[in-house]
């Protein structure tokens, strides 16, 4: 069996078993309450629990033992980034932002329950996420937990995640043509910096200083750009069933993406220029780095 063979199978049971383990954490975190709260409840644990890929979750465990970190506290952290993720989906796909009915194969949190339901269930993922990494069971060193509150509040604020997305509606909403650089700046907050703070977040567990994550950094900042670019090339070439919501929507609104901009072949190539760099950058690392050298191929072959 060759090396490709066995990073595949890696993955494969590497993405099986974090799903298993992110919905144990969410089950554990969110018992249905009785009383009238259930209802939010019930929301919560429907968009996040069985659905999603969690490559977000297996980034961060992955790299947290790459140092030796223990699998609970890195699963809870995991968690943590992947409540975030759930959360911007959620308020995504409602009416007054890109309007969809299907998410992860089935119809989407306000189709479901009702808008305002959506609306509170990301908002108390939302908090969820920062009351996991608060707690001591995450960590029990407060200067670790501070670190990784402030690195995934900053990634999922106006330098990250909701600036990015703020930058993508104003293209909508007033026309505005981006060009490839602005393109880039745009997702490497929409979608990168979550990506990237899971790796970031799994050094942070680790104790790795500042300074010794630079090659962690570059390495998912690669797999960031060449994660969006495969997004935009699934939307174009993607089949719909596999992907378990609506595609070619981007062509349709007439936005500008990197397949818009590169042209479908040279933006795949880009993408598989970008998961190289990436790879290159774990050279310093051995076999205990294939999980994350699989993750980035991963990035560039999925169909959903």
Known sequence: ?????????????????????????????????????????????????????????????????????????ALRAGAAVEAIHVYSLIHDDLPCMDDDDMRHGKPTLHRAFDEATAVLAGDALHALAFEILADRDTSSDPFTRSELIATLGQASGMGGMAGGQMMDMVADEEGVDYDLHTITRLQQLKTGALLAASVEMGAILGKVPHEGRAHLRAYSRDIGL???????????????????????????????????????????????????????HLGGHGEEANMLRALARFIVERDR
Not at 39 to 68: C, H, W
Not at 263 to 275: F, H, I, M, N, T
């Open 1 to 73: 069996m060759g090396l490709a063979e066995v990073q595949n199978d890696l993955l494969a049971e590497g993405l099986n078993r974090i799903q298993r383990e992110v919905d144990s954490v969410f089950d554990a975190f969110l018992p249905v309450p009785d009383d009238t709260r259930a209802r939010l409840v019930e929301a919560m644990r429907y968009a996040s629990i069985g659905g999603g890929k969690r490559v977000r979750p297996l980034l961060l465990v992955s790299t947290a033992e790459l140092f030796g970190v223990d699998r609970t506290a």
């Open 226 to 280: 060449a994660f969006q670019i495969a997004d935009d090339l699934l939307d174009v070439t993607g089949d719909e069933e596999k992907a378990g919501k609506a595609l070619r929507k981007d062509d349709k609104q007439g936005k500008q993406t990197f397949v818009t901009l590169m042209g479908v072949d040279k933006a795949r190539e880009q993408a598989r220029v970008l998961v190289e760099q990436a790879i290159g």
